[in-house]
């Protein structure tokens, strides 16, 4: 988990002004702190393992080894090394070819590289504090057009699905709809702890690693069905 006062940043991207200019803005930002900057994955998980970041600012597609390689390297480091960064994939395009495997592997959301500063350095605060980076627009039409290509083996998630309680469905739903975990306790008219804890039964049931994942899961298995109004 991120300190509370810094959040330690890498940027990892093959283009020098793309990777300076962003580190210099977040920079600028008091809670957040650049402490290693890469040209390529390979190197970026070598910057990484060294640094121990928060969250890294990973690009998809670059020499050397690509964004989804260096994000699974990342996140299922090998025996003996502990330190799991979130990581904030970037991208140019809004929906990329490499956007079902980078949420499989671990990513915890996606941010066009063209995106307003703002947006940026918010992406890395929500990301920093375990959350999906479902705020930018361009996150729920990614995950939903991979849903719509890739579903999950229907039984699978049935039996999957089974192992929920009704209000985890629920709960599951509102994550999908990009709800956060104060939105969801509205809506259900329930503590925010209570929330927490659904989150917590959610992401062990379902095998999921963050919230990224159980927004995924809940396209593919049908609990969330794409370009559907929220409920």
């Known amino acids: 988990m991120a300190d509370s006062t810094v959040i330690r940043v890498v940027v990892v991207d093959d283009q020098d002004m ?8 977040l920079s600028a ?4 702190d650049v402490v290693g900057e890469a040209p390529d994955g390979r190197t ?3 910057v990484c393992r060294r640094t121990h970041p928060d969250v890294v600012l990973m690009d998809i597609r670059m020499p050397e080894m690509d964004g989804l390689e ?6 299922n480091p090998p025996r003996g090394v502990v330190h799991r960064p979130r990581v904030l994939m970037l991208t140019t395009f809004d929906i990329d070819d490499y956007v079902y ?29 375990g959350d999906a980076l479902l705020a930018p627009s361009v996150t729920r039409r990614l ?26 469905t629920e709960v599951l739903s509102l994550v999908a709809q990009g709800l956060s975990n104060t939105e ?3 809506r259900l008219v329930v503590a925010e702890q209570t929330v927490k804890t659904h989150m917590t039964r959610l992401l062990a049931k379902l095998g999921a690693r963050d919230r990224a994942q159980l927004v995924v899961f809940a396209y593919e298995s049908g609990v969330v069905v794409p370009g559907a109004s929220p409920a």
Do not use: Y
């Open 18 to 25: 793309v990777r300076s200019g962003f580190s210099a803005l």
């Open 29 to 32: 930002q008091s809670d957040i």
């Open 44 to 46: 970026g998980v070598e």
């Open 70 to 75: 260096a994000t699974r390297q990342l996140l």
């Open 101 to 129: 495997e980078a949420l499989h592997a671990g990513a915890g959301g996606f941010l066009l590289k063209d995106a307003p500063v703002a947006e940026l350095v918010q992406a890395v605060r929500v990301i920093a504090a």
């Open 143 to 168: 995950i939903e057009d991979v849903a719509r290509r890739s579903p999950v083996e229907p039984r699978a998630a049935r039996l999957r699905l089974n192992g929920l309680t009704p209000r985890e």
């Open 184 to 186: 969801i306790a509205a």
